[in-house]
């Protein structure tokens, strides 16, 4: 009789490791997906939680071999929207219904493809920008801080730090294109 | 391009992302909001750049928290330390001068941040920026607008948000005034505007260049002389003592423009924006050091075959080998230490018994010059020489070596030791290395001349030196008779002649300019290091 392995890998928590390693997997794409429907807003940290805790829960809803990511984002959907219905919330920088659903159906067709590809071009752009710069960038983009924040603890005016943000960012993003260009040209 | 307007005025897509990024920190006024997500709804593009923008914003938080959670998020440093002692003192300062330092405050305050630009370079480049007088420092990624850019060696490029690049060639020198109008001190600075591209102006001491829809490059020269060379549209040159202006289209020549605003034609530069995309994405590797020094001609060798040696600069024309050579010998490798080559890196062997052991037409676009050049290759050579050889030779086709026709070679003398000799058919030069070289190993070898000074490096060290002024007039040598391995074509090597060489070559490459002495050092270091290091922010 062949030796039984010490636990059992049936059929449901090999599909379960999947869903895991899906939603780890698309963790990025789901935060710029949040995060473009939320501008500025804190509870994207949140908003990915619920979003992660309503795919598990439905987990047995998913069909092996469709399309997760967009399946994830239709999730994501339907929080943010309960997020901008609920009477209580402060409607500043809400988008408006028809905009939101206009970005999500462009974020699902788009897809944030290559996102990690970009992640890791980030870390090496970020790398090569001067101390002082690379330290207001991140710090901006701590949960809570803003540009404010930043203003009062440096001594400058809001907009001053913003204009340094814009400049430092600009920099970043022409970093990212050119080495994903680069890239293109590779393949 | 689409244009939109946010708050009564103009709004490009480049303007969009300011605008998003003002949105997403609350900074934007309500009818502005309004203007935003108005074209927002209507503009699949706009859209398509706000996602971009909150897929960045998305990365940047997920950085901040990985680096804050290894506790390797960068403290908010001296230098923005030092402005807030600044600004603490001018509140100081006002609680004794009220008005004034409030003054002081609001013009503070309120002054606009400095444009910048962000900058790449070329693996094994090495610069220096000083902003605003304070002192250099190497490795910076951007360029200030008051700030001045010191390239010691290799290719750095800016590009502007018009699309505007410049192209700053090693050993250079430039300040930024302003980021459309910088100033030549000396070197090269090549610029291709951009579509968006507004008014760019390049000015040197003596004469100043105003772009007109173009691709061209200004080289300051140590002598005073600037040179022009136009690939694209036109540009017009001003002289402001004369007050001579003159507009300048592509052509087959460059131009050297005399203190009176003449032009004067001279041989046309590479134009270094068709390898510029290969050039910045190459390896930290020996040849991309070389590359980034804007040589005229480079010989790799690792795909000459018998009757074709592959030129790297683009548009320059390819070498010859002859019959007797092995083209398929190794090279330098990682596994002899040097580190800068692949493991297949291949040379040539010349077996140096006839007339056939020579590589030659190692040419250039605008061929050799007696003023002013360099030459760099690597050599190997047993110990058992005898006689003269010579290494690689540029002159007349019936010079055998050592004058009197005009030539210069680097060659080995009976004992081994490396040598240069220069003969302008005036006066002549004869530079010795004092080690022999004939151990088997392979060495690099650079010389560099010009009006001041000859001299010869060996493995990355000056070996000689000689600053007689040479003032003859120019010669341009070009053709078959630059070469390796043999003298002169017309003649077969007799006695007093220098003999052919015998050993292995790699690496053959030309420059119409002097290298320096730091230039020579990065090369040698790129060979020997895996991944060579310039100097990181003190």
Redesign the interface.
């Known amino acids: 009789m062949p030796k039984q392995p010490p636990f059992r890998m049936d059929s449901a928590s090999s599909r379960d490791d999947e869903i895991v390693q899906l939603i780890i997997k698309h963790q990025?794409a789901l935060?710029?997906f949040?995060?473009?429907l939320m501008?500025?807003r804190p509870d994207?940290e949140d908003l990915m939680q619920e979003t992660s805790m309503v795919i598990w829960q439905k987990r047995a809803q998913f069909e092996a071999g469709t399309d997760f990511k967009a399946w994830m984002f239709s999730v994501a959907r339907f929080r943010v929207m309960a997020y901008w219905r609920d009477e209580k919330r402060s409607k500043?920088?809400a988008?408006?219904e028809?905009?939101l659903n206009?970005?999500a159906d462009?974020?699902v067709e788009?897809g944030?493809e290559g996102?990690d590809q970009?992640?890791q071009f980030?870390?090496e752009c970020?790398q090569?920008?001067?101390?002082?710069?690379?330290?207001?960038?991140?710090?901006?983009?701590?949960?809570g801080v803003?540009?404010g924040d930043?203003a009062h603890?440096?001594?400058?005016?809001?907009?001053?730090v913003?204009?340094?943000?814009?400049?430092i960012?600009?920099?970043?993003?022409?970093?990212?294109n050119?080495r994903a260009s680069?890239m293109e040209?590779?393949t | 391009m689409s244009e939109w307007k946010i708050d009564g005025r103009e709004v490009s897509p480049t303007s969009l992302?300011?605008v998003i990024?003002?949105?997403?920190?609350?900074?934007l006024s309500l009818e502005g909001?309004e203007e935003l997500?108005r074209i927002?709804?209507e503009s699949?593009q706009a859209?398509?750049i706000?996602?971009k923008h909150?897929?960045?914003?998305?990365?940047?938080?997920?950085?901040?928290?990985t680096?804050?959670e290894e506790g390797t998020?960068?403290?908010?440093?001296d230098?923005?330390l030092q402005?807030?002692i600044l600004?603490?003192s001018v509140l100081a300062a006002a609680a004794v001068i009220a008005l004034l330092a409030g003054f002081a405050a609001f013009v503070g305050?309120?002054s606009?941040?400095p444009?910048?630009v962000?900058l790449?370079a070329s693996q094994g480049s090495a610069w220096t920026i000083s902003e605003n007088g304070d002192d250099p420092k190497p490795s910076?990624?951007?360029v200030e607008e008051g700030s001045t850019l010191h390239v010691s060696s290799g290719t750095v490029v800016l590009?502007l948000?018009s699309g505007t690049r410049f192209v700053v060639q090693g050993p250079a020198k430039v300040r930024f005034p302003k980021l459309e109008t910088p100033v030549l001190e000396h070197g090269w600075l090549w610029t291709d505007t951009g579509a968006e591209a507004g008014e760019l102006k390049i000015t040197t001491d003596t004469h100043w260049f105003r772009d007109i829809g173009t691709r061209f490059g200004v080289r300051a020269r140590d002598d005073q002389q600037v040179e022009l060379h136009v690939f694209e549209g036109m540009v017009e040159v001003g002289t402001p003592t004369t007050g001579k202006k003159s507009k300048v289209l592509p052509g087959k020549t460059g131009f050297v423009i005399a203190a009176d605003g003449e032009l004067v034609d001279t041989a046309l530069a590479v134009d270094p924006f068709p390898g510029l995309?290969d050039l910045?994405?190459a390896q930290p590797r020996y040849a991309t050091t070389v590359m980034g020094q804007a040589p005229s001609g480079y010989w790799r060798l690792d795909e000459a075959v018998v009757g074709n040696m592959t030129n790297q600069v683009p548009g320059a024309p390819a070498g010859m080998c002859a019959t007797s050579v092995d083209p398929r010998a190794a090279g330098m490798r990682p596994a002899s230490g040097f580190y800068g080559f692949e493991e297949g890196n291949r040379g040539a062997y010349l077996p140096g018994e006839d007339s056939q052991s020579v590589l030659y037409q190692l040419d250039s676009t605008a061929g050799v010059s007696l003023e002013e050049g360099s030459v760099a290759f690597w050599f190997r050579r047993a110990p058992d020489i005898e006689t003269t050889e010579v290494l690689w030779y540029a002159g007349v086709p019936d010079g055998g070596g050592l004058g009197p026709q005009i030539e210069m070679h680097a060659f080995l003398s009976e004992s081994g030791n490396l040598q240069f000799f220069i003969e302008d058919g005036e006066q002549d030069v004869l530079l010795s290395s004092s080690q022999n070289s004939t151990d088997n190993q392979w060495h690099h070898v650079v010389v560099s001349w010009r009006r001041a000074a000859v001299e010869l490096y060996l493995d990355g060290q000056l070996a000689a030196r000689d600053q007689s002024d040479r003032t003859k007039r120019d010669s341009h040598l070009t053709g078959t008779n630059i070469r390796f391995g043999k003298t002169g074509s017309g003649r077969a090597p007799g006695p007093g002649d220098l003999g052919y060489f015998r050993g292995w070559v790699d690496e053959i490459a030309l420059w119409s300019r002097a290298l320096t002495e730091t230039e020579v050092d990065l090369q040698f270091r790129s060979a020997r290091t895996q991944a060579l290091r310039v100097p990181e922010?003190e």
């Open positions: 990025s935060r710029a949040l995060v473009s501008p500025g994207v500043e920088s988008l408006p028809k905009l206009q970005l462009q974020a788009d944030f996102i970009r992640y980030l870390g970020i090569a920008l001067r101390p002082e710069d690379r330290g207001l960038l991140l710090r901006r983009h701590l949960a803003t540009a930043l603890e440096l001594g400058r005016t809001n907009n001053s913003r204009v340094s943000l814009h400049r960012r600009a920099i970043v993003r022409h970093c990212i050119r680069t040209g590779l | 992302w300011r990024e003002d949105f997403e920190n609350g900074a909001q997500l927002l709804e699949h859209r398509a706000y996602l909150f897929e960045l914003t998305a990365l940047l938080q997920i950085k901040a928290a680096q804050a998020l960068p403290v908010l440093n230098r923005l402005r807030k600004r603490l305050l309120n606009p941040e444009r910048s962000a790449t910076l990624q951007a590009e948000e995309p910045l994405q922010e």
